[in-house]
């Protein structure tokens, strides 16, 4: 596995909520003729593959 350069990296802070941010993300690629095609709560997944109850950093969009 290759290492990637922090240089390689890209973040962005946003002032909104995660609803916020998810809207102006999908808003701005529709403006450019894109589309989300579906959408995957990694915390349901992860809980029902692994049938137990998982505590993160960040709470679940819901």
Known sequence: MTNVPAEA???????TDLDGAIER???????QGFGILTRID???????KLEATLRWDTPSPR
Not at 25 to 31: F, G, P, W
């Open 25 to 31: 993300v999908t808003a701005a690629l529709a403006e």
């Open 42 to 48: 990694l915390h349901e997944a992860f809980a029902d």
């Open 9 to 15: 990296w890209a973040s962005r802070e946003l002032a």
